[in-house]
């Protein structure tokens, strides 16, 4: 770990822990929760593909972004793992964890297969014809 990572994990701390102090002293439960950036563990490396040329860097410079950490959608065996390695208790953890399924059975999440969400772009000619001029060389 880094100097600058090392500062960013122990604000990190700090105000999680100002956090959960603050939602005790005004009775507010907590959850655990799991930011994510890919579905699976496989997907890191497409990740970092997607940092680099977003940088206009190549995989193999030495300052592109590699992220740290878990950014997958985990299992509660592994967001356990996690909480009690960062000092926890279990009571803690089992209490958040309590919340958030009382959370997730209060909510009615209907979604309708076959339904378009993605707003509807107009490409421009140009780009529909090097798309046909050169969809033979593209690698699926």
């Known amino acids: 770990m880094t100097a600058q990572d090392h500062k960013a994990y122990s604000a990190l701390v700090k105000i999680n822990n ?3 102090q603050l939602a005790e002293t005004m009775g507010i439960l907590c959850i655990v929760n799991n930011n994510y950036f890919h579905i699976f563990k496989k997907d890191r490396k497409a990740r970092e593909a997607v940092l680099a040329i977003k940088d206009g860097l190549k995989l193999y410079d030495p300052m592109r972004r590699k ?3 878990k950014h997958h ?3 509660a065996d592994e967001i356990i793992e ?3 390695a960062n000092g926890y208790s279990k ?3 089992d209490a958040r964890l309590a919340t958030n399924m009382a959370i997730a059975e209060r909510i009615q999440t209907k979604i309708d ?3 378009t969400y993605f707003p509807n772009y107009d490409v421009p000619a140009d780009t529909t014809e090097l798309y046909e001029k050169h969809k033979d060389f593209l690698v699926e």
Do not use: F
């Open 18 to 20: 100002t956090i959960i």
């Open 67 to 69: 992220p740290a950490g």
């Open 73 to 75: 959608i985990m299992i």
């Open 82 to 84: 996690i909480c009690l």
């Open 91 to 93: 009571e803690q953890v």
């Open 113 to 115: 297969l076959g339904q």
